[in-house]
């Protein structure tokens, strides 16, 4: 294979000569390679072992995809790094997307001069002649893994180099393993299926808990730290009066004394299970909020456990800032904390009575490398992995446990959904924060991580479609600075994210236009998700397929970045549909917000639709007719039709039921075979 020369192995770190590193060959075929390295200690004493390099090319041409330009795909570590398509040699926006550097307050650090990007468990480079060389890590348990890609001042190509961290102590004559390593020449026009097949992998190598996809009302995104009992009171009454559809009702930061100090503050006179009472009572799930690896200086359990505290090389504590607030960080290779962890969420589950679960800030543990771990022969990933599987045997298996900012490889298997990205803003551009990460970015993440579909339920943040202008409680987070348009946007990011829907408004303020465009994602659908512009090299991906697999349709989601010029619509039901359908097939075509369709369309054939303004979305479902009726056009769920129970002809006569879970009534257009016209029905 081309890229043969670039496999190799060997050690970076101190007194690397003290170790071999011996390659092991997995798989390998044309054109690919699968592989692992065995290093060992060749000394007669403990030796650390630093980082372990798998692959190293300073010539991209010679790894078999020819010359430039290249576009490359960049995944990224946590939720806050920012996945993203650049091409190497042009210093533009994209570039400064993915080498930058953004806050878990959301405040960015622009790149400089010179970058290195850095890329986590999936690369891709495609060059001019079609050809793409992809870096994937197949396992992510035992340490922690990355593709750096050295740029030069102009942005041009300098070295690429992958390989794993282990950053632990190694006794004479044991031998490590890495993680599993792919690289593979992959067409372009494959590499869809490329990266469905390496998400695939890991589920069924560590297991997928992504079965459940819940609508969760969340109190963060209005009343952030000021949330009190009262407000959990208001939204609770109005949910239950007006019998909104979410599932879960869960109570954000704001509740507790203090990180690591959980118990209620005096905003909440009442205990935390009478909390929970209240919102199962009124027909929900409970959720609660907590930051296990992060805890107040003042928390009682630095007095009862000081050892539990990171610490550096000097013997400071490790700091962690966030809120205007600066945090300890728990040492989670020190085992006794897993007894705290298991504990901690067994309160929260069993006695308290909170089954949902949001962690949050849970990469503070992790991203201190050369701090001064209680173990030093424990990797990284491995600790954190073993934290967050005590975390869940606390809560059990029932629990449904949203985790927010951590580490992503290590935990399938673990957690039931994840965050794809920063914490969203109500607004489009922002002046509020330095650097802050809007609507186009928040949404990007979202859609660049759809993959993670195959291992939990996406969390694309919360949504938030209020009209706020005025700054309340003295708090960014009120704010609702989306118009019209962009409001459609976030809704879709929701239906385009493929996994839960959360939502944050004060529901005694949302005007009621506003509310009701949940009306389109709920209920939650199970869906499939997937970009059509994967590799374009736009700055913002912009066409998602959302295939309904209760229905078997595709709803094309499509979003205009634009702030100036509209977006024009054309598409073939072949090009998104692609080997599923045949030249015979016909299929009906509607795009939702403008309500205009055609019927009787060619696989082949394209269609064209009003422009969508900018900032704007469309949605477009394409559902094959083969002789049954079929709901054309509606104004009610994207997936325009999916939320009917019955939809059936019986006797000669249309059978089709709707269930409303939401005050709106739905008004549709239904095919049926044989009619010249469109029948006309509210729901």
Not at 46 to 58: A, H, S
Not at 179 to 187: G, N, Y
Request: proline residues 5%; aromatic residues 10%; negative net charge.
């Amino acid at each position: 294979m081309k890229f043969d020369s670039c496999i190799k192995a060997f050690c970076d770190g101190p007194e690397t000569a003290a170790f071999s590193a011996e390659l092991i060959t997995e798989r390998s075929g044309e054109p690919f390679a699968e592989y692992h390295a065995l290093v060992t200690n060749l000394s007669d004493r403990v030796q650390v072992l630093g980082k372990v390099t798998l692959f190293e090319t300073d010539d991209l041409a010679a790894c078999g995809i020819g010359a430039g330009p290249y576009d490359v795909f960049r995944s990224g570590r946590h939720k806050n790094d920012m996945p993203g398509i650049f091409t190497i040699g042009c210093r533009d926006e994209r570039l400064s997307d993915v080498a930058s550097v953004m806050s878990e307050s959301g405040e960015g650090q622009e790149a400089g001069d010179s970058c290195l990007v850095v890329s986590d468990h999936l690369t891709i480079i495609k060059g001019a002649t079609g050809k793409c060389l992809v870096i994937e890590f197949l396992t992510g348990r035992d340490q922690l893994f990355e593709t750096v890609i050295d740029l030069d001042e102009q942005g041009n190509f300098v070295k690429l180099t992958a390989g794993v961290s282990f950053s632990i102590e190694i006794q004479p004559g044991e031998s490590v393993q890495t993680e599993s390593i792919r690289v593979a020449l992959v067409d372009a026009a494959k590499i869809g299926e490329e990266i469905e097949e390496f998400a695939e992998r890991k589920a069924v190598l560590y297991g997928r808990r992504n079965a459940r996809k819940p609508a969760v009302f969340c109190t963060w995104y209005y009343y952030g730290l000021s949330v009190t009992y009262e407000d959990v009171k208001t939204n609770l009454a109005i949910i239950k009066e007006r019998k909104l559809p979410y599932d879960i009702f869960q109570v954000d930061e704001g509740w507790e004394v203090t990180l690591g100090e959980y118990v209620p503050n005096a905003k909440f006179p009442l205990p935390m299970k009478q909390v929970a009472d209240e919102i199962r009572a009124a027909g929900y799930i409970p959720g609660i909020w907590s930051s296990p690896f992060v805890a107040h200086e003042t928390a009682s359990i630095w007095k009862k456990h000081p050892e539990w505290i990171l610490k550096d090389k000097a013997g400071k504590p490790c700091l962690f800032p966030m809120n205007d607030t600066v945090y300890y960080v728990f040492d989670i290779t020190n085992p006794g904390t897993y007894d705290y962890f298991r504990e901690l969420y067994r309160m929260f589950t069993f006695d308290w009575g909170y089954t949902y679960h949001k962690l949050d800030f849970t990469r503070a543990a992790v991203i201190y490398e050369d701090a001064a771990f209680f173990d030093r022969r424990v990797t990284l990933a491995q600790a954190y992995y073993r934290a967050v599987k005590a975390i869940r045997e606390g809560m059990g298996e029932e629990a449904f446990f949203l985790m927010c900012g951590g580490l992503y490889d290590p935990i399938i298997g673990l957690v039931d959904a994840q965050r794809t990205g920063s914490d969203v803003l109500s607004m489009w551009s922002s002046t509020v924060n330095k650097g802050g990460k809007t609507a186009p970015y928040t949404i990007r993440q979202s859609f660049l991580r759809y993959y993670m579909n195959r291992w939990w339920a996406n969390d694309p943040d919360a949504l938030m479609i209020r009209k706020n202008e005025t700054m309340e409680r003295n708090s960014r987070l009120t704010l609702g600075l989306l118009n019209d348009e962009e409001v459609k946007t976030s809704v879709v990011n929701q239906f385009a994210g493929g996994g839960i829907m959360c939502q944050t408004e004060p529901l005694d303020k949302i005007p009621d236009e506003r509310l009701m465009e949940i009306r389109h994602i709920l209920p939650v659908m199970d869906t499939l998700v997937s970009p059509l512009d994967f590799l374009s090299g736009e700055r913002f991906p912009g066409a998602m397929d959302v295939y309904v697999k209760k229905t078997g349709v595709h709803c094309v989601c499509l979003v205009n970045w634009s702030d100036t010029e509209e977006m024009k619509i054309a598409l073939r039901p072949a090009d998104v549909i692609g080997s599923g359908s045949a030249a015979e097939d016909i299929y009906a075509v509607c795009e939702f917000y403008s309500g205009e369709y055609r019927i009787g369309v060619r696989a082949e054939e394209t269609v064209k639709f009003p422009p969508v303004k900018p900032h704007a979305a469309a949605v477009i479902k394409i559902e094959k007719m083969e002789g049954q009726p079929v709901i054309v056009k509606s104004d009610g769920h994207y997936s325009m039709g999916a939320e009917c129970s019955v939809l059936a002809m019986s006797g000669g006569k249309l059978e089709i039921k709707k269930k409303n879970i939401l005050p709106v009534r739905t008004h549709c257009s239904v095919f049926l075979p044989g009619r010249e016209s469109l029948l006309e029905l509210t729901l």
